[in-house]
């Protein structure tokens, strides 16, 4: 199917790349069914989370393991219902959403709340960590001073 | 700001419509119920600046997928 999406114009999406959140995203309650669009082919460390129903709803992702390599965020037993994890689950995807400014200084990125994708079904959620070693606003620039 | 003590299976009223119970305490954790009418939003204090932050993340002020990529090159920074 066809799509209109913030970035990239029209795009032709499979029926089955469809992510839900039943939650919606905070803030963004309404909108359910989202799709990942990577910024560049074969890459998975930029992505788009473009909503089907709202085209100017768009976050931008980040692998957030690319900006700390000791990222560890836990799943509470409720995140591991609505994401629909048991046994047979092999992995779950991680994505950190960024802020992005006017100011390229001025970027920060969202290790609090995360972004979890459960491939096996196809159910994501942003999550909140208990942690308060991570922050909702990392400066975007210190991670690249620390990857170079 | 009202501060004061509460044990398990105590609760409290707010403006006669909200009730706030401390169903179990368990080390640094409360479990905490709130009855309350359904139009009062209930938020997590986490929640609430997700929400803000959200908002704040989807506004890009017509920066395009190129410029994105340009200012989030992480892969280009990589060694």
Known sequence: MEISTKYFNEVSIAKDSILTFEKGIPGFEDFKRYVLINFEL??????????????????????????????????????????????????????????????????????????????????????????????????????????? | MLILHRKKGESLVINDNIKVTIVDVSGEKVKIAVEAPKEIPILRTELVTAVEVNKEAVKTNGLSANDIKSMLGISKNKK
Request: proline share 4%; aromatic share 8%; with cysteine.
């Open chain 1, 42 to 148: 074969g890459s998975d460390d930029l992505m788009c989370l473009q909503s089907l129903d709202e085209k100017e709803l768009a976050f931008v992702l980040v692998n957030p393991f690319n900006l700390k390599a000791d990222y560890a965020p836990s799943l509470t037993e409720e995140d591991v219902e609505d994401l629909g994890i048991d046994d047979s689950t092999e992995g779950v995807f991680c994505y950190a959403i960024c802020s992005i400014k006017d100011n390229i200084n001025e970027n920060t990125v969202n290790l609090k709340s995360p972004i979890v994708v459960n491939p096996d079904t196809m159910r994501a959620k942003q999550i909140v960590l208990d942690s308060n070693e991570y922050a909702v606003r990392h400066e975007f620039k210190q991670f690249i001073k620390d990857a170079v």
